[in-house]
């Protein structure tokens, strides 16, 4: 009799475990064929970003100025952030969203100011000539195939840079207690001014000028 009790519990164990198993990995199929949407909005042209502090954004080349969003599908406690075009610059804000980032599609941007704590990201940006000053702030990404003839940039407070796979002519580099990494780009000429405990790795390709202090540190070749 208890031999019988002892099949049939561990019988009903069996089944139970079976059914949360399904249950737990059709909820994890479900997850992984998230459906999203886009949301987006058109922009005036402009030439220069502002983004106030904790504004993030990447930056993708687009004839049509607008901002976007990934989603999940009908969420509904989405909202742009306050921004603003104004003068020929966009004036954005932070988002006050955790599961989306914002999306860029512009052309034409020759400046870009990060005041605080932002992250930059470019997706195969393209750019004649393109100035960025950031502080306390991170900047990735990567440039189109047609490059950018001048990439000037100044990175204050703690910042870090990262750039690979980009055709760069020549790049005026300063930072102050900052962090820069360039390996991995086609570069002609890298002019760079390291204060207050800065870092630059990287790679040139033709010509390099060099200013530093005795508190930063580089490692910069051919």
């Not at 164990?13 to 079976?18: K, L, P, V």
Request: hydrophobic share 40%; with cysteine.
């Amino acid at each position: 009799m208890k031999t019988s009790k002892y099949i049939l519990i561990a019988f009903l164990i069996f089944i139970f475990g079976g059914l949360l198993s399904l249950y737990i990995f059709s909820k994890l199929h479900k997850e992984k064929h998230l459906e999203f949407t886009k949301v987006e909005e058109k922009l005036n042209n402009f030439s220069v970003i502002v983004a106030e502090e904790g504004a993030g954004f990447y930056l993708v080349p687009d004839s049509v100025f607008k901002i976007g969003a990934s989603l999940f599908e009908n969420d509904s406690s989405f909202h742009f952030p306050v921004y603003i075009v104004e003068n020929d610059t966009l004036y954005i804000q932070a988002l006050n969203y955790k599961y989306s980032r914002l999306k860029i599609n512009c052309n034409s941007v020759n400046t870009i100011i990060g005041k605080s704590k932002n992250r930059i990201d470019f997706n195969h940006f393209a750019a004649d000539s393109l100035m960025i000053e950031i502080n306390n702030g991170e900047m990735y990404g990567s440039f189109s195939e047609k490059g950018v003839k001048n990439l000037r940039i100044k990175a204050t407070d703690n910042s870090n840079i990262n750039f690979n796979n980009s055709k760069i002519e020549n790049i005026e580099l300063t930072l102050y207690q900052s962090r820069a990494s360039l390996y991995n780009n086609d570069v002609k000429t890298l002019d760079a001014k390291l204060f207050n405990k800065s870092n630059l790795f990287g790679m040139v390709v033709s010509k390099l000028y060099l200013q530093t202090d005795s508190t930063s540190n580089y490692r910069v070749g051919y």
